[in-house]
């Protein structure tokens, strides 16, 4: 069923646009993430996805997980509703294989591996930038299938926005936000507030779990002649309430928070040089318990980049001292880990022709040296067609969960992967756009759970082969973007299937602007996965349905309705998703 819900998607998205005429061209998008300077969206080499704040706005999303599940080639496994615990698989890799940043720094713990996405409130987030493919050259550990960077919301004039929600499952939020900007410096605060009874998330169980959560973004900057200071910080804490094992209701507290200072400097006009000093925190602690998880992190980062005719030369050095410590049935651990890393990079442009290389060499206290590399070009071959291709080497350091926790394993070793991508993209116009992926991810001693030991264990290799198909028209009025992949992730040695990870996907979403209102459908389709104990999740097609409706000059209504299809359908074995639910908003906004 998906593979037609999807080969029908592409046909609708392509033959549409033959009816509207052409118009001018967007604004330039500029991305940082894909090779750790500012570009231009188009001259990115690797595959990169930008979420805007329109966008952003337009979905209604409750957290950071509900923005990347219409996305094709990332995978989302969920425990139930809001709060519970959540992953990401992004191009058939592992789910501590996402490297999650906000504002540039690294959100990921060093206790449980993967980011808590579920707590990050949309309503803090400016735009989303997603690169695709491993970038440990840049990023240091965890980046084998990608990273997400998170831009929080800055001010780029006066502004002041408010807003009140409701909803399914006796669901309550609210927002403010403001800020403003000058030649001398500029400020931003955001706070955002969310509760909800929630429903329940055990398919064996008929208890509700609730959750809340209260967000903050704080953002300053002071500009001195060519030097800019800034200090930023994001936090997020709450409480989950979930079901234990023996299906027993239990809550955790939580807090996540990134603080960083940066300094900017212009050396010349062509150097500039950028110092991040920064501290993340991610805790969780059990109320019934004297359970806890927790990891703090400080780290340095420096580089400088010099603009030669046809090069722009980067390189840098890299501080990281942290701590994971852990209290689970008695028993835990208490972690110090200190990373060095040096990197250089070049992005050389003449011609039709565009080249990306890096280089990077990380000390880890535990693990040893590694070294990492990404090498990537492309091809202008005209009229409208760009030939790319990349090869990439990246490593992921077993956390300290992975080592000493429940079913950890002191003996493990780090995770290294090989990735090769080649694309194509045509792009006649200003209109419309169309890309091919092809990427294997060769995956050496990848960590799985083995349920015969109760223990992690480095299974020899993991083969991971996928395609990607994406269209997008832009017309005056309205756009349409669709999405197609196919994806085999597997055990090398066994052939099995790896858990929670689809063969087929393929998205649909539709925008429409209609005078000063907007709407929007989107549409997802997913095959079936494998997970633990040889279960088998059926496939599903989620639709949603969002609207903003201007009811004056700065107040708004805007309304989503959740699985508008009514789809009983499960992204981890045993829990369950949201049924049909709506929700609304109303919001002012003034600048």
């Given at each position: 069923?998906?593979?037609?819900?999807?080969?029908?998607a592409?046909?609708?998205?392509?033959?549409?646009?033959?009816?509207?005429?052409?118009?001018?061209?967007?604004?330039?998008?500029?991305?940082?993430?894909?090779?750790r300077?500012?570009?231009?969206?188009?001259?990115?080499?690797v595959?990169?996805?930008?979420?805007?704040?329109?966008?952003?706005?337009?979905?209604?999303?409750?957290?950071?997980?509900?923005?990347?599940?219409?996305?094709?080639?990332?995978?989302?496994?969920?425990?139930?509703?809001?709060?519970?615990?959540?992953?990401?698989?992004?191009?058939?890799?592992?789910?501590?294989?996402?490297?999650?940043?906000?504002?540039?720094?690294?959100?990921?713990?060093?206790?449980?591996?993967?980011?808590?996405?579920?707590?990050?409130?949309p309503?803090?987030?400016?735009?989303?930038?997603?690169v695709?493919?491993?970038?440990?050259?840049?990023?240091?550990?965890?980046?084998?299938?990608?990273?997400?960077?998170?831009?929080?919301?800055?001010?780029?004039?006066?502004?002041?926005?408010?807003?009140?929600?409701?909803?399914?499952?006796?669901?309550?939020?609210?927002?403010?936000?403001?800020g403003?900007?000058?030649?001398?410096?500029?400020?931003?605060?955001?706070?955002?507030?969310?509760?909800?009874?929630?429903?329940?998330?055990?398919?064996?169980?008929?208890?509700?779990?609730?959750?809340?959560?209260?967000?903050?973004?704080?953002?300053?900057?002071?500009?001195?002649?060519?030097?800019?200071?800034?200090?930023?910080?994001?936090?997020?804490?709450?409480?989950?309430?979930?079901?234990?094992?023996?299906?027993?209701?239990?809550?955790?507290?939580?807090?996540?928070?990134?603080?960083?200072?940066?300094?900017?400097?212009?050396?010349?006009?062509?150097?500039?040089s950028?110092?991040?000093?920064?501290?993340?925190?991610?805790?969780?602690?059990?109320?019934?318990?004297?359970?806890?998880?927790?990891?703090?992190?400080?780290?340095?980062?420096?580089?400088?980049?010099?603009?030669?005719?046809?090069?722009?030369?980067?390189?840098?050095?890299?501080?990281v001292?942290?701590?994971?410590?852990?209290?689970?049935?008695?028993?835990?651990?208490?972690?110090?880990?200190?990373?060095?890393?040096?990197?250089?990079?070049?992005?050389?442009?003449?011609?039709?022709?565009?080249?990306?290389?890096a280089?990077?060499?990380?000390?880890?206290?535990?693990?040893?040296?590694?070294?990492?590399?990404?090498?990537?070009?492309?091809?202008?071959?005209?009229?409208?067609?760009?030939?790319?291709?990349?090869?990439?080497?990246?490593?992921?350091?077993?956390?300290?969960t992975?080592?000493?926790?429940?079913?950890?394993?002191?003996?493990?070793?780090?995770?290294?992967?090989?990735?090769?991508?080649?694309?194509?993209?045509?792009?006649?116009?200003?209109?419309?756009?169309?890309?091919?992926?092809?990427y294997?991810?060769?995956?050496?001693?990848?960590?799985?759970?083995?349920?015969?030991?109760?223990?992690?264990?480095?299974?020899?290799?993991?083969?991971?082969?996928?395609?990607?198909?994406?269209?997008?028209?832009?017309?005056?009025?309205?756009?349409?973007?669709?999405?197609?992949?196919?994806?085999?992730?597997?055990?090398?040695?066994?052939?099995?299937?790896?858990?929670?990870?689809?063969?087929?996907?393929?998205?649909?979403?539709?925008?429409?602007?209609?005078?000063?209102?907007?709407?929007?459908?989107?549409?997802?389709?997913?095959?079936?996965?494998?997970?633990?104990?040889?279960?088998?999740?059926?496939?599903?097609?989620?639709?949603?349905l969002?609207?903003?409706?201007?009811?004056?000059?700065?107040?708004?209504?805007?309304?989503?309705?959740?699985?508008?299809?009514?789809?009983?359908?499960?992204?981890?074995?045993?829990?369950?998703?949201?049924?049909?639910?709506?929700?609304?908003?109303?919001?002012?906004?003034?600048?």
């Amino acid at each position: 069923m998906t593979i037609r819900f999807a080969s029908v998607a592409i046909a609708l998205a392509i033959a549409l646009p033959q009816y509207v005429n052409a118009d001018s061209a967007p604004g330039e998008t500029i991305v940082v993430t894909a090779t750790r300077t500012e570009i231009p969206l188009r001259d990115a080499i690797v595959p990169v996805t930008v979420i805007s704040r329109e966008d952003i706005e337009l979905s209604l999303a409750n957290d950071l997980a509900e923005l990347l599940r219409f996305q094709a080639g990332i995978d989302i496994g969920r425990n139930g509703g809001p709060g519970q615990a959540t992953s990401i698989f992004m191009r058939g890799t592992e789910s501590n294989h996402t490297l999650v940043l906000i504002d540039g720094v690294r959100m990921n713990p060093g206790t449980l591996g993967g980011a808590a996405i579920q707590h990050i409130a949309p309503e803090m987030i400016e735009r989303i930038e997603i690169v695709k493919g491993a970038r440990s050259a840049l990023f240091g550990t965890d980046a084998i299938g990608g990273v997400i960077n998170i831009i929080t919301r800055r001010a780029e004039s006066a502004y002041f926005e408010t807003g009140l929600g409701a909803g399914s499952f006796d669901s309550r939020s609210g927002v403010i936000s403001g800020g403003n900007r000058s030649e001398q410096g500029d400020f931003s605060m955001s706070l955002s507030y969310q509760d909800t009874d929630g429903f329940a998330p055990r398919t064996d169980s008929d208890i509700e779990r609730g959750y809340d959560n209260l967000s903050m973004n704080l953002y300053g900057a002071r500009r001195f002649g060519s030097s800019e200071i800034s200090l930023r910080h994001w936090q997020t804490e709450g409480n989950v309430e979930y079901l234990d094992f023996f299906l027993t209701p239990v809550d955790q507290d939580f807090k996540n928070a990134t603080t960083a200072l940066q300094l900017d400097n212009a050396i010349s006009e062509r150097g500039s040089s950028k110092l991040i000093a920064s501290f993340m925190q991610d805790d969780i602690t059990q109320n019934q318990s004297d359970d806890f998880v927790k990891s703090e992190r400080l780290s340095l980062d420096w580089q400088y980049s010099h603009a030669f005719d046809a090069h722009t030369l980067t390189g840098g050095l890299f501080f990281v001292d942290e701590n994971a410590s852990s209290l689970s049935f008695g028993s835990g651990f208490d972690e110090d880990t200190e990373v060095r890393a040096a990197f250089i990079q070049d992005q050389w442009t003449h011609d039709r022709h565009k080249a990306f290389v890096a280089l990077r060499l990380t000390d880890h206290e535990t693990f040893g040296n590694h070294t990492t590399w990404n090498a990537e070009y492309a091809y202008e071959l005209g009229a409208g067609w760009t030939l790319n291709a990349g090869l990439g080497h990246a490593f992921r350091a077993p956390d300290a969960t992975d080592r000493f926790g429940f079913g950890g394993n002191p003996d493990l070793d780090p995770e290294r992967a090989d990735e090769a991508q080649l694309g194509f993209r045509f792009e006649p116009g200003n209109r419309h756009s169309l890309d091919i992926e092809l990427y294997a991810n060769d995956v050496d001693d990848l960590i799985e759970f083995d349920l015969e030991t109760f223990t992690l264990r480095n299974i020899a290799r993991a083969e991971i082969r996928g395609a990607q198909v994406a269209y997008e028209y832009r017309g005056a009025s309205f756009t349409i973007h669709a999405e197609v992949t196919r994806q085999r992730a597997e055990d090398a040695d066994t052939g099995a299937r790896l858990l929670r990870r689809a063969e087929e996907s393929g998205s649909l979403t539709y925008t429409q602007d209609i005078g000063a209102h907007r709407m929007g459908l989107s549409l997802f389709a997913s095959g079936d996965r494998e997970d633990f104990g040889g279960v088998r999740l059926d496939g599903y097609v989620l639709a949603n349905l969002t609207a903003q409706f201007r009811l004056g000059d700065a107040l708004s209504l805007h309304a989503r309705l959740e699985n508008l299809l009514d789809t009983d359908y499960q992204t981890a074995a045993g829990f369950r998703m949201q049924e049909r639910s709506g929700f609304v908003e109303m919001k002012y906004h003034w600048n």
